[in-house]
C-alpha cells in the first residue's frame, strides 16, 4: 500500500524555536499532501492544504506566517512551525492521496512536539 | 450539531464477542465515506471505505444508509488487537475529510 513517511516523529524544543517537520511519499507521487493537527483526546483537525509548486491552501484560523507549508516536489512536503510556542505543543500529522482526490487519505507516523 | 457524530465509548467488549459502531452525518451532499483506525498516540491508519452496497474485509463489515445519513462498522470475533480508537470520516463535495471525535473501542480478554 501507499507509505507516507514523516521525520521527526518527537521534538521537545525551547520556547521560540523553529522547528520543520517533513512528509515523504515513498512509493508514490503525490501532487496534494495534507496537514493536520490533534490535540489530547480530539479530532484531527485540518490546518492546511499543500498542493505541489504552488501555495498552500490555509484553513480558517491557521496562520499562514506561524506554519509555513512547503511543497517543492511530487514527494515531498514540509510544515515549519515558526518561533514555536508552548501552545502550539500538539501532534502534527500529514496525508497523502493517491491519485484523485476522491481516493482515501494514507497517513505519515505523525509528530509529536512539545515546546518547553 | 457536529458534521460527523460519533459516541465517543469507551466500549468495553469481551473478546470474541460482536460489536457495531454508527456514525452520523450531516451534509446530504457528502460523497465518499470511510474508516479509520487510530491507536493511541499513532497516526490514524485506513480501515476500509464504505460503499453504498456495503462492504466487508474479514471481520469488518461497513454500511452505508444516505437515507438516514449514517454509516457503520461491525466487528465480528473480536480480538485484543481491535482496541483502539474508530474514526468515521466523511468526504464533502469539495473533497475535504470531515472527521468524527471517534469511539474508543476496549477488547477484555
Known amino acids: 500500500g501507499a507509505v507516507v513517511s514523516q521525520h521527526p516523529s518527537r521534538v521537545i524544543c525551547k520556547s521560540g524555536t523553529s522547528v520543520k517537520i517533513e512528509c515523504r511519499s515513498l512509493?508514490?507521487?503525490?501532487?496534494?499532501m495534507f496537514w493536520y493537527r490533534q490535540f489530547p483526546k480530539q479530532s484531527l483537525m485540518l490546518m492546511a492544504t499543500?498542493?505541489?509548486?504552488?501555495?498552500?491552501?490555509?484553513e480558517q484560523g491557521v496562520e499562514k506566517d506561524k506554519f509555513l507549508i512547503n511543497h517543492a516536489s511530487l514527494t515531498l512536503s514540509t510544515l515549519t512551525v515558526t518561533s514555536a510556542h508552548p501552545e502550539d505543543s500538539s501532534f502534527y500529522i500529514c496525508?497523502?492521496?493517491?491519485?484523485?482526490?476522491?481516493?482515501?487519505?494514507?497517513f505519515g507516523d505523525g509528530t509529536r512536539l512539545s515546546i518547553l | 450539531r457536529k458534521e460527523v457524530e460519533q459516541d465517543p465509548g469507551p466500549f468495553n467488549v469481551p473478546e470474541g464477542a460482536t460489536v457495531a459502531f454508527n456514525c452520523t452525518y450531516s451534509?446530504?451532499?457528502?460523497?465518499?465515506f470511510f474508516w479509520y483506525r487510530q491507536d493511541c498516540r499513532k497516526e490514524p491508519k485506513l480501515l476500509m471505505s464504505?460503499?453504498?452496497?456495503?462492504n466487508e474485509d474479514g471481520r469488518f463489515t461497513a454500511q452505508l444508509n444516505r437515507a438516514s445519513q449514517y454509516i457503520s462498522l461491525l466487528i465480528r470475533d473480536s480480538k485484543l488487537s481491535d482496541s483502539a480508537t474508530y474514526l468515521c470520516?466523511?468526504?464533502?463535495?469539495?473533497?475535504?475529510?470531515?472527521w468524527g471525535a471517534g469511539t474508543k473501542l476496549i477488547i477484555k480478554p
Open positions: 451534509n446530504s451532499a457528502s460523497q465518499s
Open positions: 499543500s498542493n505541489e509548486g504552488s501555495k498552500a491552501t490555509y
Open positions: 464504505v460503499y453504498s452496497s456495503g
Open positions: 470520516v466523511v468526504m464533502d463535495s469539495n473533497y475535504q475529510l470531515i
Open positions: 496525508s497523502a492521496v493517491v491519485g484523485n482526490s476522491n481516493q482515501p487519505q494514507h
Open positions: 512509493d508514490f507521487q503525490a501532487t496534494t
